[in-house]
C-alpha cells in the first residue's frame, strides 16, 4: 500500500514501547485530537520533505483539516495533506524541523485554526495531482487549467519524474486530469530542448509559460523527432516547473523529455532527471502504530492489492490482497484476529484475502494482550490493480485463489458476493472442460504442429513467465476424472446457494436473489440432475423474495420442476396458482411459460382439450415470433443438436437445448419431435416414470401425432425398467391397436409373444 519512489531515501524507522507514554500529549494547535502516530526519521540522510501513509481508523475529515504535525520539542511543522480516501486512507507530507527525528502526527478530532499553522515553504520535489476529468476545450491551454482548477481533487504525492501511464494514486481507470508542479533546477546557461508524448493533451510549462504542447485528443508520438520538441533559452538554477495533462478516455499515457542544447537526428531525448528536482529531498517513512485518548497502544495494519482475476462476461473481478499486521511487539504474544468486511474472518499475522468483488470493507484486526483485546478497524477501498504495458508481474490464476475460497462460510456472504462465488465455480467447470478439448485437439494436430513454438518478446518478463509455464508438459486428462472434477465445482456452487438460504444468512436483496436462482437452478435441474435440490433451492428463494414478479418466476420454475420432474401434480398445480396472480397474461416470456406449464401439467394428468389450449395460448403470448423460415431453420437446429447430445450421452447439453426448444416454440409439444426427444433424455438418464409420464401424455394430448407409436414403444420400455410388465404389455397393445401400420408392429408382436 505505501507507495515508494524509486529515488527517495532509504530511512530507519524506529519504533519502541515507549511510543505509547511519547503519545500522552494530543494538544497542539489550539486544540485537542483523538489519535497520534510517531515518525521517527534518519538523522543521517536529513531529508527536506518527509511523506507518509497511513489508515487513519475514521479519525480525519474529508477534507483533511483536523491534522496537525508536532516535532519532539513541540514545534509545529509544516504540512500538507496530499490524499484524504479512498475509504481510510490518508497521505501527509511534512517539512522537517531544524535538528527534529522525532515527530507526531495528531489527527482526529476538531480541526485548529488555520492561522495558527505554519505555512508551508518547501520547493524540493515534483508533486503530482490528479483531479477528475471536467469538459474543456482540449485545444486551449487556459481552458485546460480553468477545467483543473475547478476540478474535484483525486490524490496527491511526490514522485520522480513527469510519466504515468495510468492514475498512480488511484486504482481506477477512466478520465481524469493530472498536473506535475515543482522547481526545475538547470545546471548551467544554455539552451534546452523539451518535448511531450501523451494521451491525450499536455502542456508543459516553464516560468509560467507554455514550451511546448500537444493539444487535443490523440494517440502519443512514437518517436521523438527534432521538430516535434521546442528550444528554449534557459538560465543555470532554478525555474517553475509545470505539466498538465488531460486524458480524456479510458486509456492513458505521458510522458516528458529533454536534452541540453538543440536536437539532431541522432538525438535521443532524455526523462527529466529526479536530481532536477531533488526528489532525492524527500523521503517516504512509514508511521508507528496509532494511539489514542482511550488507547494508548492500538494494533495496526497496511495492505496490498496484489493482483486480480476477472471472470466471464462479468464488469466485478475477484481482487486479491495481502495484510500485514504493524502492530507493536507489545502484542508480540497475543492471539491475532482479522475480519475483512465481507464475513469472513482469518487469524494470520499476514494473510492473504480473496475479495469477491472490488468494493469499500471495513478492515478489523484483533491483537490479544495478556486477558485484554484490543482492536481498529479501517475502511479500505479495493479496486482491481491496473495493468499497463510496463507491468512486469505475473497476474494470479484463478488456480491461486480457489483454496483461499473454498473456505468461505457461505452463511456470512451478501448475495452479490454470493452470486461472484457462484460464477467463479462455474467458470472452473469450464476451465476443466476447455483443458480436456484442448488436450484432444492437441493429440489430433502433426508432430511438426505440435512441436512449433513461439519465442516470447525479451522484454516483456510476464510473457515469458507465462509463456513458459504453458510450455511445461500438463498431465494427461482423461473423460472420467473431468467429468467428475466439473461435478464437483458445479456441486460445491449448489451446496453454497443451498447454505445461503437458509434462515440466519446475510443473503438478501429481491435482485441479487433472483438473479442467482436464474443462474444456480440450470446447473441443479440440468448438469447435476438433482431436481429435488432444484426445488428446494428454488422454494426457498421464492420465500425470501419480496418482489411479486420476481416470486412469481421463481413459484413457476418451481412449478415446472414439480410437474416435469418431480411428476408431482398435485404439488406443481398448486404453485402455478400462486404464480399465475403475479404474471400479467399480455405476451411476455414469463406468461408464456406459465402457459406452457399448464399444458406439461393436463397432459400428464390426461386432460387432451385442456392441454391443447393452454399450449396454443403458450404460443399466442410470445413477445415476437420470426419468420416462418427462419422458425424453420432454428426448429432444425434445434432437434439436429438434441440428437447428437443425446447419442454422445451430454445429458446437460440436451436438457439445456431441450428447455430452450419448450420455450421458444411451446407449441412444438403438440406436434411429438420435442416430447419424443425429451423422453429420450430423462430414459437416458434412468429416470424411467418421467419418460413414461411424458410419451404417454403426449398421446393423451395428441393422438394423431406421427411419433405416438414411437412414444409408446418408449412408455413401454420404461414401465418395463420399472418393473411393471402388466403396464408395459397393456401400452405395446395400444400400439397394435391403434397404430397398427406402425413399423414397429413386427417387432411389438415378437415381443409380446415372447413375454407371454
Not at 419448450?662 to 434412468?686: M, V
Request: some cysteine; aromatic content about 8%; overall charge positive.
Amino acid at each position: 500500500m505505501i507507495l515508494r519512489q524509486a529515488a527517495c531515501f532509504c530511512l530507519s524507522v524506529f519504533l519502541s514501547a515507549t511510543a505509547a507514554s511519547a503519545a500522552e500529549s494530543f494538544r497542539a494547535a489550539g486544540v485537542e485530537f483523538n489519535a497520534a502516530r510517531e515518525v521517527t526519521v534518519s538523522a543521517e540522510s536529513a531529508p527536506s520533505v518527509v511523506a507518509v501513509e497511513f489508515l487513519h481508523h475514521g479519525e480525519i475529515s474529508a477534507d483533511g483539516r483536523n491534522v496537525a504535525v508536532l516535532a519532539a520539542n513541540h514545534e509545529l511543522a509544516p504540512f500538507r495533506v496530499l490524499q484524504v480516501g479512498p475509504g481510510d486512507f490518508c497521505r501527509i507530507a511534512f517539512q522537517r524541523v531544524k535538528r527534529q527525528t522525532r515527530y507526531q502526527i495528531l489527527y482526529g478530532g476538531d480541526p485548529p485554526e488555520r492561522d495558527k499553522l505554519p505555512a508551508w515553504t518547501n520547493k524540493d520535489g515534483l508533486l503530482l495531482e490528479t483531479r477528475r476529468y471536467v469538459p474543456c476545450n482540449l485545444r486551449r491551454f487556459e481552458s485546460v487549467r480553468a477545467a483543473f482548477e475547478s476540478a474535484e481533487p483525486l490524490a496527491a504525492g511526490y514522485v520522480d519524474t513527469v510519466q504515468h501511464a495510468t492514475n498512480p494514486f488511484r486504482p481506477e481507470c477512466g478520465p481524469f486530469m493530472s498536473r506535475y508542479h515543482g522547481r526545475l533546477h538547470v545546471p548551467r546557461d544554455g539552451e534546452y530542448t523539451f518535448w511531450t508524448s501523451s494521451q491525450d493533451c499536455s502542456f508543459l510549462l516553464i516560468d509560467g509559460r507554455v514550451v511546448v504542447d500537444a493539444p487535443g485528443r490523440h494517440w502519443p508520438i512514437p518517436r521523438a523527432r527534432p521538430g516535434s520538441g521546442r528550444t528554449v533559452q534557459l538560465s543555470s538554477g532554478l525555474h517553475d516547473f509545470d505539466y498538465y495533462h488531460v486524458a480524456a478516455g479510458r486509456a492513458t499515457m505521458m510522458v516528458a523529455a529533454w536534452i541540453a542544447g538543440r536536437p539532431d537526428n541522432k538525438t535521443r531525448p532524455m526523462l527529466l532527471p529526479p536530481e532536477a528536482f531533488r526528489a532525492g529531498a524527500i523521503a517516504q517513512v512509514a508511521p508507528g502504530p496509532p494511539s489514542t485518548h482511550k488507547t494508548r497502544l492500538l494494533p495496526d495494519f497496511d495492505f496490498t492489492v496484489t493482483g486480480d482475476v476477472p471472470l466471464p462476461d462479468n464488469p466485478s473481478p475477484l481482487v486479491g490482497a495481502t495484510f500485514k499486521d504493524r502492530s507493536s511487539q507489545t502484542f508480540a504474544h497475543g492471539g491475532v484476529q482479522w475480519d475483512f468486511g465481507d464475513g469472513q474472518t482469518g487469524d494470520e499475522p499476514r494473510p492473504t484475502h480473496v475479495f469477491l468483488k472490488p468494493g469499500l470493507y471495513q478492515v478489523t484486526l484483533s491483537r490479544r494482550h495478556g486477558s485484554q483485546t484490543t482492536s481498529i478497524t479501517n475502511r479500505i477501498e479495493i479496486e482491481r490493480p491496473v495493468r499497463t504495458w510496463a507491468s512486469r508481474d505475473v497476474p494470479p490464476t484463478l488456480d491461486d485463489y480457489l483454496p483461499v475460497l473454498k473456505t468461505y462460510d457461505p452463511k456470512t456472504l451478501d448475495a452479490a458476493s454470493l452470486g461472484q462465488l457462484v460464477e467463479t465455480y462455474l467458470w472452473k467447470t469450464d476451465q476443466i472442460s476447455l483443458a480436456l478439448e484442448k488436450q484432444q485437439a492437441a493429440g489430433s494436430k502433426p508432430a511438426a504442429e505440435k512441436s512449433r513454438v513461439s519465442a516470447p518478446r525479451r522484454r516483456d518478463r510476464s510473457r515469458t513467465i507465462r509463456a513458459r509455464r504453458e510450455s511445461k508438459p500438463e498431465p494427461p486428462i482423461d473423460a472420467a476424472s473431468t467429468a467428475a472434477a466439473m461435478r464437483q465445482y458445479r456441486q460445491l456452487a449448489v451446496d453454497v446457494v443451498r447454505v445461503a438460504l437458509t434462515d440466519g444468512t446475510a443473503a438478501k436483496g429481491d435482485g441479487p436473489l433472483h438473479k442467482l436462482m436464474q443462474t444456480i437452478t440450470p446447473v441443479a435441474r440440468f448438469d447435476l440432475g438433482d431436481s429435488q435440490a432444484t426445488m428446494r433451492l428454488v422454494e426457498a428463494a421464492a420465500g425470501r423474495i419480496a418482489n411479486p414478479k420476481q416470486r412469481a418466476e421463481c413459484q413457476l420454475l418451481a412449478a415446472d420442476v414439480a410437474v416435469n420432474d418431480l411428476l408431482d401434480t398435485a404439488r406443481g398445480r398448486a404453485l402455478l396458482e400462486a404464480a399465475q396472480k403475479s404474471i400479467a397474461s399480455r405476451p411476455s416470456p414469463a406468461a408464456s411459460r406459465l402457459q406452457r406449464v399448464w399444458g406439461d401439467y393436463y397432459a400428464i394428468v390426461s386432460d387432451g382439450a385442456a392441454a391443447r389450449r393452454a399450449y396454443a395460448d403458450a404460443e399466442r403470448l410470445l413477445p415476437s415470433r420470426p419468420a416462418i423460415n427462419e422458425q424453420t431453420a432454428r426448429r432444425g437446429a434445434r432437434s439436429r443438436s438434441t440428437e447428437q447430445f443425446l447419442r454422445a450421452s451430454q445429458w446437460p447439453r440436451a436438457a439445456r437445448e431441450l428447455d430452450q426448444w419448450q420455450n421458444e416454440f411451446p407449441a412444438d409439444k403438440l406436434n411429438g419431435t420435442l416430447a419424443l426427444l425429451q423422453a429420450r433424455y430423462w430414459s437416458g438418464r434412468e429416470k424411467y416414470a418421467q419418460a413414461a409420464a411424458l410419451a404417454e401424455g403426449l398421446v393423451a394430448v395428441n393422438p394423431d401425432s406421427p411419433y405416438a407409436d414411437q412414444l409408446l414403444y418408449l412408455a413401454a420400455r420404461c414401465e418395463s425398467k420399472q418393473g411393471r410388465p402388466s403396464r408395459a404389455v397393456a401400452l405395446l397393445n395400444q400400439l397394435l391397436k391403434d397404430y397398427p401400420g406402425s413399423p414397429l408392429a413386427p417387432e411389438v408382436k415378437r415381443r409380446l409373444n415372447h413375454d407371454e
